[in-house]
């Protein structure tokens, strides 16, 4: 998510006494060790190589053994690895692959105690993308997935579980909060939201009314150019589509439906009006970001949701004819933040060194790939950018391996676990909304 920068040191700085005091409050039963279900699917594995297997077996424990703490308000709070706060994105995909393992009580219990903590950070600010235990605003860069990430989450519990016991009123009311959030943002004009790091006075870049939801910056951290994220709007209808269910079978509330699936419909209105454009030697693929006033911002970047991961989170299956434009556009060097080495190809980012890799980026091509060679050759690379601990980084030099940012990076972590259960052990896949791209 982020590269290691001076704000992230200033941070670590003011935190470093909270992560300290999250390793030393692990109750006993929150850590993976003390889990006997994770602690059994870390030694389980098999289909694949013996390198593979142990860097799956480090991913799958490291969010249980470095990030988690049962707050005393019993709910759970997951910090980003090296970075002692909670971010809302990064802790829902931090704990994705424990979704395998829900039915356990203890893991069962885990999930929905991040659930109701962040449907109340939810509450506390919708625009902010960071929280500390206390509930109190690390970092307020608005950006979309942060509110959808903890909806899929808790949309994909209840899918794989049955379970309805996390869906309280206050995760309801987090959740409309978050909706009309959205609802304001669709006309920026009307927002009162400023950041010191976004242009014009902190609003951002001009933008026109397009029926989608503006952004001020990317799952990155990084402020966006254009102000509609087409990944991120791809991912608000996936969650939006998930939410409208929560709240017809879960809540019964028909009035919610009708104004969740209405936002929906106008995020993918305005995608298929601004968010496909032509492109020679490649066909009409989807832009990175437009602003509805005729400009288009043509890259990818590592983060998710990004352009390679639209199946993943499934917007369209990866048989999609404008995704496969996409695809081929994004990992070909038209796309400025693709990388090829030595050691490695794949997508970077501008939060990043030029030429380093993001693992992300790599694990997403392997959950999106339909050929076995392809896969097989991620896999590959992401060994050769193992170097001992059997944990993924943040980002590492397509060259050199030992050259990376963040040594402790949880999401790519709990992607990679995801991988290796999905696509080399053959598991039942999580739960997914098939709809949203219709």
């Known amino acids: 998510m982020r590269g290691f920068n001076a704000r992230d040191a200033i941070v670590l700085c003011i935190l470093a006494c909270t992560t300290a005091v999250a390793s030393a409050l692990l109750p006993a039963g929150a850590d993976a060790d003390e889990i006997d279900a994770i602690s059994r699917g870390a030694v389980e594995y098999y289909g694949g190589s013996t390198a593979t297997g142990e860097i799956y077996s480090q991913c799958l424990l490291s969010t249980m053994r470095y990030d988690v703490t049962l707050a005393p308000d019993e709910t759970s709070y997951v910090i980003t690895g090296d970075i002692g706060a909670m971010w809302l994105r990064d802790s829902s995909a931090q704990m994705r692959p424990y979704l395998f393992f829900s039915r356990d009580s203890k893991v069962g219990s885990m999930l929905r105690g991040l659930i109701a903590r962040q449907a109340e950070d939810m509450s506390v600010d919708p625009y902010a993308n960071a929280f500390n235990r206390d509930y109190k605003v690390t970092e307020e860069k608005y950006e979309l997935d942060s509110l959808i990430y903890p909806i899929t989450l808790a949309w994909t519990y209840w899918k794989e579980t049955g379970d309805a016991a996390a869906f309280r009123p206050a995760v ?35 933008v026109g009314y397009t029926g989608m939801v503006w952004t001020g910056f990317r799952a990155s951290d990084d402020r966006t150019k254009y102000g509609y994220h087409i990944p991120e709007e791809m991912f608000a209808a996936v969650g939006l589509g998930e939410l409208a269910q929560l709240e017809d ?47 288009a911002n043509l890259m990818d970047d590592a983060n998710i949701p990004s352009l390679l991961s639209i199946p993943y ?34 997508v970077g980012s501008p939060h990043t060194p030029h030429g380093y890799v993001w693992p992300l980026s790599l694990i997403v091509q392997g959950l999106t790939s339909e050929e076995d060679a392809e896969l097989a050759g991620i896999l590959s690379e992401l060994e050769r950018s193992d170097t001992g601990e059997h944990l993924l980084h943040e980002s590492f030099d397509a060259n050199d391996p030992a050259k990376y940012t963040r040594s402790n990076f949880g999401w790519a972590c709990a992607l990679y676990a995801e991988l290796i259960r999905d696509r080399v052990m053959r598991e039942v896949p999580l739960p997914m909304w098939e709809a949203a791209g219709e």
């Open 249 to 295: 079978v879960v809540w019964h509330d028909p009035a919610q439906v009708s104004r969740v699936e209405a936002l929906r419909a106008g995020i993918i209105g305005g995608i298929n009006t601004y968010g496909i454009v032509y492109v020679p030697g490649f066909g009409y693929i989807s832009a990175y970001e437009v602003d509805g006033l005729g400009h």
């Open 313 to 346: 989170f499934g917007y369209v299956p990866a048989g999609d004819p404008i995704y496969k434009n996409t695809r081929r556009f994004v990992l070909s060097p038209q796309n400025p933040y693709y990388f090829a080495g030595t050691a490695a190809s794949g």
């Open 172 to 206: 309801k009311a987090g959740y409309e909060r978050a909706v009309s959030l959205m609802e304001l943002e669709r006309d920026h004009s009307k927002s009162r939201y400023r950041h010191r790091e976004l242009p014009q006075g902190g609003a951002g870049s001009p």
